[in-house]
């Protein structure tokens, strides 16, 4: 940094030599405590004063209306309304929130190129704090610590400027010494949304502005350690551990240092003494064999630090944790204390609908909870270093992290998808590496005691360059215990040394093979791949696949954790997860920010079905008369695991067993079973590894891992025709078809089905008639599915009849209709009723394509029932939703649920809730009566309840502009195409997952009363 007045400036806002004023270096995040009983209690410090809580707030549209001097003593703003701090300004009233994706918030609006910024729309927050100095602070020295303030701002204490400081997610920190006072101090922050840093600010996310981490003051002792570096790592055989602790005090003191190792049970495992010399002092130990550190088993030590003076005094004590573990790269594999390890990922924004990324550590505790028992085994903190705590829990839970720096400049380089970085930054830009490489500082210093953190990362999508480069080359230096990750490499390989690793996004599964098989030099990671857009993450198994197949893929972390929606209400006052544009922010990109495998108010979506199964590390394969278990934990075996085989015979429990099985990590098992003879049916043979205990994480009981087998026993043919009269009454417009409590009708003129009545109720509130058609996803509306396949639109809404028959045989009747469509002459489809005099009508659609047209989104029967028929209970692969391509960890399982939740209530209303493998389903009422759908043996359908048809959803960008609920909308499909996932602009689903529209296709399922 040069040297530089203390006398602030506005031009700093704009000059990237400028990025901190007055700021103290970064150091460790480690808490400290006046004496051993309150380090090892872990609880607040009594030297932190937390200055959270209501402040003075005024806001400004731009630098040109603040209250430029309301730092003075003497400036008054006892009338200034309070505001929360953490938080968001855009969040309190103050402005509005912005959402945008890849393009500059200002694009259109300002002309301007880095460094400058817009002048005429920058908000200013002024923030000011009285507070009484602490008694325990009196004739200390006192420090304030900013843990996050986005992007810009200064502060002055008392009215004397104390510093400036950019990088919204690192923290910034200031001596007040000299000017605080004993009794009242008024602190004055004056926060911008824009400065320099806002150009490497160009994430994927919501644009807010404020203090929106915690602010705190704090003193320390005379003794104390200003930085802490803890390496605790493994010899060769990956046994015994080394351990070095490295000490930089605040000033050049004299101390002893006395060292202490806790094992994880809190005993004594060795010690050292050290004498501090110029403020320095470094400790080693060797320890001896050690339990290791890793997701799987999160073994932490503590490494307990005694500062005394010179009489021997203790002045200032530590409690570290810290794992031993060791990360390397060694013959191209990416190694965990010497085992190839396999990253089960997910990227994850800080963010809750209520306070944007202002999070509490509840949130952060539910969000690891959560990855924990959907078995995701790795984090990456995109694109900026998250909190302090979060890498705490990921210590002591068991996550693997990639920690990103605050760098992303996407605009700067790619246009509407072009790569064109003619003023890219930071690129080669020599003047703008000191404000990037204090960035990679300030992260590295406070996070790299952590042992979750196995990757450091340069950043995301800023191109590449000599700037980058440097950064990876610092990291490498400074830490050689990790290894340092940058996709954007990808795009310009002079610079390919910056990235250990091969890194992409959203490569397609044939492009990794492709790489893996053409002699790689570098592992291969997919730091963002399953674009979780809306109803997606089909064909991840294709992903999940590749670890097996090749050794050096390690890997992948779907984009993205939680949806990014703020909580919002309607014109009625309605809460609702709003989206970008929702809050008149231009430009925008609209719901793009509606990514996650969670819903934004923490609520699992139904991806989470697949994930947790495809991310399974031990699997289970059963079969008829046997269980293999395949251990695939690098180190954990299954001793706190119990197995639970369980036999369903259509749906129903037969019989289930429960026992202990000893699978070490790295093998497998083979189980005999011993199964009664069985009557005929079909079977689902389910194996499940349950928690033996409650951990951290999930409760006992909790199911790790799963797998299924089904098949069926034969049973004895019998005659399975009805008896019974049916009376048929051909009419001029009609045909009548009744029996013995049932009554059918069908028309010539409607040319369908238009009354089915079961002991009086009618179920058929409007007609059946083909479909062609689902409500468009997020991942067909970024293949311009509508554009390309809208004629399927068409012809599921209007359709030509040309023939009806009836054929009368011996015990059954059967009423055709033969469609024709105007998007093609060979297009037919054929839809008989067969009716039985039991009253089961058996429906069966024939489908005769035409390979000219474009692939058919569905071939289905689609008809309305009423409302009141509400209640649904299936026997299908479920519980959760699932299709063709993301029904791998579906279940056959028979369950219950209202049809008003049977959509998933994605973002922006469309195609959800279905289920494959349907053998039946009853929709009845509140009586238990209704219809019952039942696929024909051997022949299970997809089947699809909503209170709402697909071209209401077509039509409706957010739930509440949907209509009123008057009818529930049943849809029989032989087959419909998978929701896809590699990404959301313009990958296709996988050919095996589409349907051809040259394909002719049969299916049929039968109508029965549900009930008595």
Known sequence: MPTLSRQPSLDWLSDVSVFRVGRLDAHSDHRYYRTLAEAEAQGPMDMRHSLNGDWKFSYAVNPAGRAAEFYRTDYSTDSWADIRVPGHIQLQGYGSPQYVNTMYPWDGLSGVRPPEIPQDSNPVGSYVKIFELPAGMSGQPVYISFQGVESAFYVWLNGEFIGYSEDSFTPAEFDLTPYIVGGSNKLAVEVYQRSTGSWLEDQDFWRFSGIFREVYLYTVPKLHVRDLQVSATLDDAYREGMLEVGLDMLGSVSADILLELRD?????????????????????????????????????????????????????????????????????????????????????????????????????????????????????????????????????????????????????????????????????????????????????????????????????????????????????????????????????????????????????????????????????????????????????????????????????????????????????????LAYGGDFGDRPTDYSFCGNGIVFADRKPTPKLQEVKFLYQNIRLQPDRESVTVVNGNLFAGTDGLALVVALYREGEPIFSIRQDIAVAAGSRQHIPLALQELAGGEYSLQASLVLKQPTLWAKAGHEVSFGEHIFTVDAKEEDAQPAGELRVVEGDVNIGVSGNGFTALFSKQAHSLVSLRYGGREMIAVPPSPLFWRATTDNDKGTALGFGAGLWYAASLARKCEAVTLEREAGRVTVSFDYMFSISKKLRTRIAYTVLPDGSITVRTSYKGDASLPDVPIVAVSFKMAAEYGESEWLAMGQEENYADRAFGARLSRFKRKVADMPTPYLVPQESGSRTGVRWVNITDGRGLGLKISAVPAAPLECTLSPHTAFELEHAAHAYELPPVHYTVVTVAGRQMGVGGDDSWGAPVHPEYRIPAGDDLEFAFVLAPAGK
């Not at 490494?303 to 573990?325: A, L, W, Y």
């Open 264 to 576: 994880p049970d809190g005993c004594k495992v060795a010690s050292a003494r050290e004498a501090v010399r110029n403020g320095r002092a470094v400790l080693k130990l060797a320890v001896g064999e050690v339990r290791l550190w890793s997701a799987e088993t999160p073994h932490l030590y503590q490494v307990v630090i005694s500062v005394m003076d010179e009489e021997g005094s203790v002045k200032e004590v530590i409690v570290q944790k810290t794992g031993f573990r060791r990360f390397e790269l060694k013959n191209k594999l990416m190694l965990l204390n010497g085992k190839r390890v396999v990253f089960k990922g997910v990227n994850r924004h800080e963010f809750n609908c209520r306070t944007g990324r202002s999070i509490t550590r509840e949130d952060m505790l539910a969000d690891i909870v959560l990855m924990k028992q959907k078995n995701i085994n790795a984090v990456r903190t995109s694109h900026y270093p998250n909190q302090s705590l979060w890498y705490e829990l990921c210590d002591e839970y068991g996550l693997y992290v990639i920690d990103e720096m605050n760098l992303e400049s996407h605009g700067s380089w790619q246009k509407l998808g072009a790569v064109e970085p003619s003023w890219n930054v930071p690129g080669d830009k020599a003047e703008w590496e000191a404000i990037v490489m204090d960035r990679a500082v300030s992260m590295l210093e406070r996070d790299k005691n952590h042992p979750s953190v196995l990757i450091w990362s340069c950043g995301n999508e800023s191109y590449a360059g000599e700037v980058i480069l440097n950064v990876s080359n610092y990291f490498r230096k400074t830490d050689p215990s990790r290894l340092v990750h940058y996709e954007g490499v990808f795009h310009s390989r002079k610079f390919d040394a910056a990235s250990d690793m091969e890194s992409r996004m959203y490569a397609k599964p044939a492009d990794i093979a492709e790489y893996l098989e053409n002699d790689p030099q570098k592992p291969y990671i997919s730091c963002e791949y399953m674009h979780a857009m809306g109803n997606s993450l089909g064909g991840m198994h294709k992903y999940v696949e590749l670890e097996d197949a090749y050794p050096l893929y390690q890997g992948g972390f779907i984009w993205d954790f939680l949806d990014q929606a703020l909580l919002a209400k309607d014109r009625y006052g309605r809460e609702y």
